[in-house]
């Protein structure tokens, strides 16, 4: 069975998607409509201009979510998912991929998300850090004995997993992680403490959007990031969505849930080839590309 599986922030390089602009007038239609309905000619930044513009999180998730949507469309009657799946913002890329969520539709959510997340970050300095090389549960155990904010955030594969919280709370858990022999403790350049209790004021934000979505039964199951699960019923896919900004990405464990659900083929629609080498870790045995 072949699982699509979508890409998250991190995954953004200048120039990305400007092969499909060029060269699919259905890709180029498509990226002219996202300037439009964004009110920003966003393939400007996205071909064009500079990693710091691209690092921005109102540009970077619409600009991943637009690179791996594209993608998918100009694969035409190659693509055919089994399942699909994404990490994070990529979620919302799998969704429309299903058909849960229009393109339209779609775009407006990341690029509301991306608003709401980016003011939670202005509001409370935070930041997240990787870890590489010590097991689940000893992370988390260290994480809940500090008397700050900080928690496991992205379960991303075997012996690698992202903390995430306040910046004092992350450089406890750093400290002690590596106290406890932990390989790493890589703090990451990122705008904020996603996945964690910090992102409560976007969580309580983006609902209010996704309620007033439409939200379309799938052509086959997505498996998202705060449960692991398969799911196919449109409002328990909304209220994990909405759950997915203040929960951790539960990204290994989907990977195994739809390994175990027959998965065999894993194809990685967007930029960058991360998802790849983290499913390789997950599922040895599986095959794994890009689209």
């Known amino acids: ?20 602009y060029e060269n699919s007038p259905v890709a180029k239609e498509l990226f002219e409509q996202a300037n439009d309905i964004l009110g920003f000619r966003i393939t400007d930044l996205m071909f064009t201009g500079t990693d710091e513009d691209l690092r921005q999180t109102n540009v970077t998730q619409p600009a991943i979510f637009l690179h791996s949507v594209i993608l998918a469309v100009t694969l ?9 799946a994404g990490h994070s913002l990529g979620e919302f890329s799998s969704l429309v ?76 858990a750093c400290e002690q992680i590596k106290a406890a022999g932990a390989r790493r403790a890589l703090p990451l350049k990122v705008g ?9 004021p976007a969580r309580i934000e983006l609902s209010l959007a996704i309620h007033n979505t439409w939200f379309n039964p799938p052509v086959c199951p997505v498996y998202q990031n705060a449960t692991a699960q398969r799911v196919e019923d ?10 997915q900004l203040t929960a951790p990405v539960l990204w290994t464990q989907l990977v195994q849930q739809m390994i175990a659900d027959g998965a065999d083929t894993f194809i990685e629609v967007g930029p960058g080839s991360v998802l790849q080498g983290l499913i390789a870790k997950i599922g040895p045995g599986v095959t794994v590309s890009g689209a």
């Open 1 to 20: 069975m072949k699982a699509y599986v979508f890409p998250g922030q991190g995954a953004q390089f200048v120039g990305m998607g400007k092969d499909l």
């Open 76 to 84: 035409g009657n190659e693509f055919k998912p089994d399942m699909v």
């Open 97 to 172: 991929a299903n058909k849960t969520l229009s393109f339209e539709d779609g775009l407006k959510l990341v690029f509301a998300r991306a608003q709401a997340m980016q003011k939670a970050c202005e509001k409370e300095p935070s930041t997240m850090a990787a870890i590489i090389g010590l097991s689940d549960e000893k992370v988390r155990e260290i994480c809940a004995s500090i008397d700050e904010i900080v928690v496991p955030a992205n379960y991303n594969s075997p012996g690698q997993l992202v903390i995430s919280g306040s910046i004092k709370g992350v450089e406890i």
């Open 192 to 200: 904020g403490a996603f996945h964690s209790p910090l992102m409560e």
């Open 234 to 243: 449109p409002q328990v896919v909304k209220e994990n969505l909405i759950a």
